[in-house]
């Protein structure tokens, strides 16, 4: 069988219309956003680069990896050797009925022998659909890695299955990766976040570029969207996308998905709000089980703070069996704190560790170091306690002994009042160079006690660090009146 290559966007659509009998969604209704189309289309025609898509639950992920797969071995030159990598054996059965389903049409001259989940041969390569794990990622090199749920997938399984990659035969190597945003330091979190440094082309769709149609019938030109299951959300939308507060047609009306309305009510109604946020509306990952899921990039992180001379200025320090970490804080008038610089070591000597807090620190005053008290305790390393090797540097370090300040939980309370106050002002702030500190919020956990999280963190846990040195600077620095505060050595 002849096919005719598609050249363009329009090219892609008609081709996968006609040989796959799916109209891939090429409509983007949110600003930013991009769809399964273009995804398709842009992996397909486009110049080589990684492409990854976040998407909905249910948002035609799999399906567009698995078309975009079809369309590389019926086009292919030379041998292509492909391998997916799936989150979970479910979802290795999902994308296997799908690459059963276009071997049996669209690639049937090309297949050799039959179309097998564990290896399917064809005349022009090879594929292989199998379960993450670190097993999987040691064999034979391949040009096309498909990562299909990323966010499922160990983050060591991930790093070594890059270790998969090598072009020949004029293929260059690259992955797809396909996910939705689950956990917000997950394994899709930090694709997401470093995707503009490793050149990765990254689409996002949420399930207003995926939804059916609604049928007029069942609108019946807005008058029965209100009493809709999916209402609510679907008015906002359509008041949002149109700009206009009183319009009564949802934007289901105006999709052209494939995800089942009666589905996408089904998940409304059962989801949590931070789930339907983060799983269909893809507006930020799910905060469930974090310790301050007040948290929010958008607010807390300013890229452009820096440094500033004439505000009071602090540091805090956390001592770990290997890791040490040193926040700079500065308050502003008003009273709003900023965290302006980090610095993280890990199996450093202590005198090392003051060393490079001193230089790092900038000219002029510190009020204090705050620190825990148990730096106090004699170090292994040098005879001496922490506290004591620091004030031999010249660095004082200031802590509290009060119950209060020892309890854990006032000092969470402490931050959160800061992270999200009554009035909704903006009072703690953090400079986007504090990657650490930014990525402890997003990852620092609550226990889990038969299925359900209480508020205690998880101890010990990798963020446990900048997250301690943080709550050191709140118990100390404004802790009730009542507790004690202890300085050790001079100015």
């Known amino acids: 069988m002849s096919l005719n290559r598609p050249s363009d966007r329009k090219g892609v659509y008609d081709f996968v219309s006609g040989e796959f009998g799916i109209e891939l969604p090429g409509t983007a209704w949110t600003p930013g956003h991009s769809t399964p189309l273009d995804f398709v289309a842009e992996a397909f025609l486009g110049d080589g680069r990684d492409h990854a898509a976040w998407a909905n639950r249910s948002g035609m992920k799999t399906l567009s990896a698995s078309i975009l797969a079809a369309m590389e071995f019926a086009f292919a030159d030379g041998p292509l050797r492909a391998r997916v990598l799936s989150g979970s054996e479910e979802q290795a059965r999902n994308l296997y009925r799908y690459w059963e389903r276009w071997c049996r049409t669209v690639l049937f001259d090309r297949v050799d022998g039959d179309p097998l989940r564990a290896v399917t041969r064809l005349k022009n390569g090879d594929l292989e659909i199998l379960p993450a794990s670190q097993k999987r990622v040691r064999g034979a090199k391949v040009q096309r890695l498909f990562r299909d749920e990323v966010d499922e997938i160990d983050a060591d399984v991930l790093a070594a299955s890059v270790g998969m990659l090598a072009g020949r035969d004029g293929a260059a190597a690259r992955t797809i990766d396909t996910s939705t945003w689950h956990r917000t330091n997950g394994p899709m979190g930090r694709l997401v976040t470093s995707s503009a440094d490793r050149g990765v082309r990254l689409h996002k769709w949420n399930i207003w570029e995926v939804l059916e149609r609604c049928p007029e019938k069942r609108h019946d030109h807005g008058r029965n969207c209100e009493r ?74 300013q890229p452009d703070l820096v440094w500033r001379d004439g505000l009071p200025t602090w540091r805090s320090v956390d001592w770990g069996l290997r890791n040490f970490v040193c926040l700079w804080i500065q308050t502003e008038p008003g009273g709003r704190v900023c965290v302006v610089d980090e610095y993280w070591a890990q199996d450093a000597m202590v005198y090392d560790n003051g060393r490079a807090v001193q230089q790092r620190t900038p000219p002029g005053r510190v009020e204090a170091t705050f620190c825990d008290p148990s730096g106090r305790s004699v170090n292994d390393q040098t005879g001496r306690s922490n506290v004591d090797a620091f004030e031999a540097l010249g660095l004082p370090c200031t802590y509290s002994l009060s119950r209060w300040a020892r309890e854990v939980r006032n000092g969470i309370n402490l931050i959160r009042s800061y992270l999200q106050p009554a009035d909704g002002s ?36 990798p963020c446990d660090h900048p997250m301690d040195a943080l709550r050191y600077y709140f118990v100390n620095c404004w802790a009730p009146c009542r507790t004690e505060t202890r300085r050790i050595g001079y100015s």
């Open 228 to 301: 809709c299951g999916l209402g609510p959300v679907c008015l906002a939308k359509a008041r949002q996308v149109h700009a206009d507060p009183d319009r009564r047609l949802g934007l289901a009306a105006e999709c052209c998905g494939v995800l089942a309305i009666d589905d996408a009510i089904r998940q409304f109604r059962r989801w949590s709000q931070p789930q339907w946020q983060a799983e269909a509306e893809c507006i930020r990952p799910s905060v469930e089980g974090l310790v301050y899921p007040q948290f929010d990039r958008a607010v807390h992180v």
């Open 426 to 461: 903006r009072r703690l702030v953090i400079a986007g160079r504090c990657r650490q500190l930014i990525d402890a919020f997003e990852s620092y956990r609550n226990r889990r006690v038969n299925g359900q999280y209480v508020d205690e963190p998880i101890k010990p846990q």
